[in-house]
T-cell receptor, first 115, second 111 residues
Framework: DADVTQTPRNRITKTGKRIMLECSQTKGHDRMYWYRQDPGLGLRLIYY???????NKGEISDGYSVSRQAQAKFSLSLESAIPNQTALYFCATSDLRAGSYNEQFFGPGTRLTVL | KQEVTQIPAALSVPEGENLVLNCSFT??????LQWFRQDPGKGLTSLLL?????REQTSGRLNASLDKSSGRSTLYIAASQPGDSATYLCAVENSGYALNFGKGTSLLVTP
């Protein structure tokens, strides 16, 4: 079974709709991240969380919100989706336990299309 | 802001060749550097992580080097195989949390 899972894997929605992307992990990591990938732009950080009570904005947080429901679950919401939020979204996890050096592990991605 | 550049953007080699992928970064105060592999429609697979105090890391046919002073890292792939065809991403961590990614090198290994 995959250590980092994302649901849904693909989603097509319309402008103005609220969308939630979910991420779960079985690695026991404290840190979780949401990135988006756009052709020609690389991956950019949206939000990150160091534990359940610690959530922080990343480089491109406008138009997004997150919820850390438990150590293993981190959800990304688009309150009112717009076409330029069409992208591939990745969840990642890491920790700083001895020997880990904050190595990040990624989920399979969610391809979101906003029409 | 950390800028990460990967050259070349695309590379095609015949099977069996040794090859080098390049990554450069503008801020040398890094915590670590990771190389990832991304297959079409798939997630990122971590290949190697080099700590800021290290010069290189090896895993099988892969060897990654790091020269912080010059802001460079290379990923060496020995005896390339068609299964190595993928996009390779370099990512640098400065701040203890966020990775700054390059745009990747798309590698095609032809039989």
């Amino acid at each position: 079974d995959a250590d980092v899972t994302q649901t849904p894997r693909n989603r097509i929605t319309k402008t103005g709709k609220r969308i939630m992307l979910e991420c779960s992990q079985t690695k026991g990591h404290d840190r979780m991240y949401w990135y988006r990938q756009d052709p020609g732009l690389g991956l950019r950080l949206i939000y990150y969380s160091f534990d359940v009570k610690d959530i922080n904005k990343g480089e491109i947080s406008d138009g997004y919100s997150v919820s850390r429901q438990a150590q293993a679950k981190f959800s990304l919401s688009l309150e009112s989706a717009i076409p330029n939020q069409t992208a591939l979204y990745f969840c990642a996890t890491s920790d700083l336990r001895a020997g880990s050096y904050n190595e990040q592990f990624f989920g399979p991605g969610t391809r979101l299309t906003v029409l | 802001k950390q800028e990460v550049t990967q050259i070349p953007a695309a590379l095609s080699v015949p099977e069996g060749e040794n090859l080098v992928l390049n990554c450069s970064f503008t801020d040398s105060a890094i915590y670590n550097l990771q190389w990832f592999r991304q297959d079409p429609g798939k997630g990122l697979t971590s290949l190697l992580l080099i700590q800021s105090s290290q010069r290189e890391q090896t895993s099988g046919r892969l060897n990654a080097s790091l020269d912080k002073s010059s802001g460079r890292s290379t990923l060496y792939i020995a005896a390339s195989q068609p299964g190595d065809s993928a996009t390779y991403l370099c990512a640098v961590e400065n701040s203890g949390y966020a990775l700054n990614f390059g745009k990747g090198t798309s590698l095609l290994v032809t039989p």
